[in-house]
């Protein structure tokens, strides 16, 4: 093979590269030598993939359950790598902070329009039976879903409705954290005591929880985007890419999860309980939760709807 001249400059670069980390090309080029070239199924570890879906009975529609779950939580994570990319950037400009909120918009919206294969693509007799032997897990229990919206917005914001006139932006992170107001929705129905759920998420979980809002007071996507200046906080994409991104977190994946709650648990006398008891009819609904993670972009009025109607034309579908 002739050495040409482009050859010879990337073999300059190589040398450069591997002496300033004090190591000798020629053992690289060895090890290039004798490694056997990459396959699709190896990279993307395509055997340990398909391995991971365990199911507890024998219903097929089961799979569907844990296969579903798992993509969700791997669209959860492509979003925590662009939040944590917004919160690590130095002297952030328009420019990338558009394309990552854009980014995780995507997924979001990916997630919202594929949420149709939990709707209709299990049956519910399958479903009210195989739920049964997950007790208590619950999706309820996502951690990564907790973490992207502590990256998103003061926590204040996640602090339930009726408790947030007792704090204000610069309160104690664990005084807020203890009226965070997904614990409203993993309450007993009957006696109002925490489930298992709740329990043992907190047990896993709070530490870290805390320990990242604490981290994200400066960093979370709003008080990033108040270090852009003025002119580029005022430009109208900018504002569009966080209202979808508040609509898609904080409205429509709540309620994609409602319309499945509605599907398979709804009752013309009474609502089947979720599988660690969480109050669903409470929980999932944003026009009760008021959860708005950028509120000084909307209107007093988009604000006062927040949600509403949604969930009545939802009903209304499955009469």
């Known amino acids: ?43 993307i570890e395509l055997e340990t993939l398909l391995s991971l879906q365990k199911p507890k009975t024998k219903f097929p529609d089961e799979v569907v359950f844990i296969m579903y779950h798992q993509i ?8 925590l790598r662009e939040f944590e990319q917004l919160s690590e950037r130095e002297n952030i400009d328009k420019t990338f902070f558009l394309s990552r909120v854009s ?19 299990m049956e519910r007799d399958q479903f009210l039976k195989f739920r049964m032997s997950l007790l208590p897990a619950s999706g ?51 006696s109002g005591k925490k489930t ?28 990033v985007y108040l270090k852009l200046n003025i002119e580029d906080q005022n430009d109208p994409k900018l504002k569009d890419a966080l209202r979808t991104n508040d609509i898609n977190v904080n409205v429509n994946w709540p309620l994609a999860h409602y319309k499945s709650a509605v599907r398979y648990l709804a009752k013309d006398t009474s609502d089947i309980a979720a599988t660690g008891g969480t109050n669903w009819q409470k929980y999932l609904p944003p026009r009760f ?8 972009l909307w209107s007093a009025e988009e604000v006062e709807n927040w949600g509403k109607g949604w969930v009545d034309d939802t009903l209304k579908s499955f009469n």
């Open 72 to 79: 969700t939580e791997l669209y959860f994570k492509l979003s």
């Open 103 to 121: 980014r995780i918009n995507r997924y979001f919206e990916a997630l919202i329009k594929s949420f149709e294969i939990m709707i209709e693509g």
């Open 196 to 223: 298992l759920t709740l329990t043992q998420f907190e047990d896993k979980y709070k530490e870290s929880f805390i320990s990242l809002g604490e981290q994200c007071r400066t960093k979370n996507l709003w008080q």
């Open 289 to 296: 939760q008021k959860r708005i993670f950028y509120p000084e």
């Open 140 to 190: 309820f229990q996502s951690a990564q879903y907790r973490q992207i919206e502590i990256f998103s917005t003061d926590f204040i914001n996640l602090v339930a409705k009726d408790q947030r006139i007792n704090f204000n932006a610069s309160s104690s992170i664990i005084d807020m954290f203890e009226q965070i107001y997904w614990k409203d929705g993993a309450t007993e129905v009957e």
């Open 1 to 43: 093979m002739e050495i040409t001249p482009e050859l010879e400059k990337k073999l300059e670069l190589l040398q450069e590269k591997y002496s300033a980390l004090g190591q000798d090309l020629l053992s690289y080029l060895d090890g290039l030598l004798y490694a056997d070239v990459t396959t699709y199924w190896d990279y």
